[in-house]
């Protein structure tokens, strides 16, 4: 395979999966993309870029076929999601949201907008350092779980014998309470 084949291979690659996610600045900066490598997509970076700039940021769903890709302007970010297993779009836009607030957690709102206003190129991915294995697992609890859907809090499994000591306790507190609780109203 040439040189030419392999770059378009990676660049169709993430219409082949179940869920791929691109982010970047908007001047087409890549930051994070569920690819090994996004740098070797930086002229799909730079598309999507465009195709957003030309609708004045108005661009928010793609649907054609089997896939969908919905597009977030949060703040100087855009995220690309890229969805073929027929995921609601609002939820793809939660996956979203949630991504851009983890990277948020690295900075503050004004810090961000601030790093970008003094250089639009600026490579956002030296700050965030390791937080690619975060961002990849906000999408995999999203995927195996229904908390995020939901907002809920997440149920986790407890050994049998820790459950009853928990359900003991709260037992006796709510027998405390409702004792409280009839000495008060006497």
């Known amino acids: 395979m040439d040189a030419q084949e392999v770059h378009e291979q990676n660049e169709i690659h993430w219409l082949r999966e179940e869920k791929y996610v691109l982010i970047f600045s908007q001047a087409g ?3 994070f993309a569920t690819h090994p490598d996004p740098l070797k997509l930086s002229s799909l970076f730079g598309l999507l870029q465009a195709m957003l ?3 004045n940021n108005r661009l928010h769903v ?3 076929g ?3 890709i919905v597009f977030s302007v949060l703040g100087p970010l855009i995220i690309v999601m890229s969805s073929r297993n027929g995921i609601p779009t609002s939820y793809i836009q939660l996956q979203a949201e949630y991504l851009y607030a983890q990277i948020l957690f690295h900075f503050t709102l004004s810090a961000l907008q601030e790093a970008y206003r003094r250089n639009q190129a600026y490579d956002l991915r030296v700050m965030l350092g390791n937080t690619g294995n975060e961002l990849e697992g906000i999408l995999e609890v999203a995927s195996s779980s229904p908390c995020l859907l939901l907002n ?15 359900t003991n306790v709260l037992s006796g507190v709510k027998q405390v309470s409702h004792r409280l609780e009839m ?4």
């Not at 809920?152 to 928990?166: D, S």
């Open 53 to 55: 700039s030309k609708t």
């Open 66 to 68: 089997g896939h969908k």
């Open 152 to 166: 809920a809090v997440p149920v986790l499994r407890l050994p049998g014998e820790v459950r009853l000591a928990c």
């Open 183 to 186: 000495n008060f109203n006497c």
């Open 29 to 31: 900066k890549p930051i």
């Open 62 to 64: 793609i649907q054609a």
